[in-house]
């Protein structure tokens, strides 16, 4: 039985998330000969440790640690300081600057630990760098739950269908813009309408801006270009358009003429704007789910949908990855 | 030169054969034939279309033969267009100058805009429009969207385009 002792840094819906399905799967993960031993947990204020494991049952009913942290070490500090050879990132995201995940990441991958996450912005700001002191430190960095929540895509790529030459991807990476689209057509609503409702349904946050002015496609597009192909680039060099703009006339005259309007990103050609997806096509997905179309030389046009986000969702991409961790089997170990 | 051609055969065994025996004798290369059935004249007749590569100058040979054979050719014509693509604009596209719009695509040479529907919610709000471009080929269909992108840039327009069926 292989013993890890992993370390969660972030307690908000995601970080909840995590703490659960860890909690769940237990008896499988140990089937797998892996004992996941949850032993610090770290949010804004501050960290909660126990050597031989947190008690889940105590935990969850917590919003936050303030209650139970058993120290004040916050951030980078408390990955430093607490023996883990895996770190959960999962605080909120900032595309601009990539904190404070970025800095949790340096420290975690610095140590020599694993980093799973969930957390777009320090990937979007620093890929190049994190994957490097990844491979300095002869560790791992996944981060499945970046693009498309539970949508298996960077290990489809990754694993799957490794040998096949990628030439693109393109699909629907943001739940809340697709739902809005989806609602408008529907409805025959207009844009501000559809957004209110999302709103009120928890879909889209107070601010939505990130979301439908196309920030959020356009950081997992950087995300995939950086991962799968190689391209090194930088948010600045993604051509962005949101859906702002769209209005319900637009959608009746593509609907009439076999179309549904999808907020798409694409990757290689690194834009983000709303595009006519025909009505059939695979990647027409409705309501808040993600889709994305892999084009390869070898097996064609593979194409996957899922819900691109939610707590025990998001949480389960990142259980993916790592697993994945230890059940790679390195080629020139 | 490609040409598509419209014939109205009879609904008796052997017509279509018949119809392409003159065009296998002036070498013609066929494209397509779209033989519609479900779709009748009201003479009884059966609506078959044909694009072929040929040479122009054996039209007039194959228009007799087909004659000789009792096969009725409805038109025959260059067929210049040879794709199509359906674009969205969101915008003040009327106030933008639409005809201007349509323009910048028909006067390419290589394409036109063969269809277009315009919707107003009101006063000072966008409008919005389907146009469907027809164009020579498939290298002129991305010009014209690149030229709608231009347009759409300098009239600040929102441009929808279909997503691409293949990978780039």
Redesign the interface.
Known sequence: MKEVRVSLIGYGVVGHGVVDVLNRKRDMLKDLGLNLMLTSITDHTGTITIDDGIDVDKILRERTLANVATSSMKGKEAIAAIDSELVVEVTPTNIIHGQPGLDHMEAALSGRKHVVTSNKGPLVVAYSRLKKLAKDNGVMLKFEATVGGTMPLISLVERTLTGNTI??I?GVFNGTCNYILTRMAEENIPYSHALSEAQDMGIAEADPSLDVEGVDTAGKVVILANALFDLNIKYNDVDV?GIT???P??L???K??G?A??L?GDV??LTV??????IG?P?NVAGTLNSAAI?TDLSG?ITVTGLGAGSIETASAILSDIISIYRTKRLNA | MRLSMDLELQDVPGQLLLALQPLRDNKANIITVVHHRDRKTPRGLIPVRLVVEMDRSKLDSVKAHLQNSGITLVRAGEERFMEAV???L??HILDSDLGDTINRIDSTGFAEVMDL?V?M?GLDE?????LKIKATGKAEIQKAISILRQVGKQKEL?V?????V???
């Open positions: 030439f693109g393109r358009t703009g769209v209005t006339e637009a009746s005259l593509a009439n003429r179309y309007v999808k798409i290689p050609a704007r709303p595009t006519l997806v025909p096509s990647i084009y046009t | 359906s674009i969205i969101v915008g529907e919707t919610p966008p409008s919005s429009a389907y929102l929808i385009e279909p997503i691409e293949d990978a780039v």
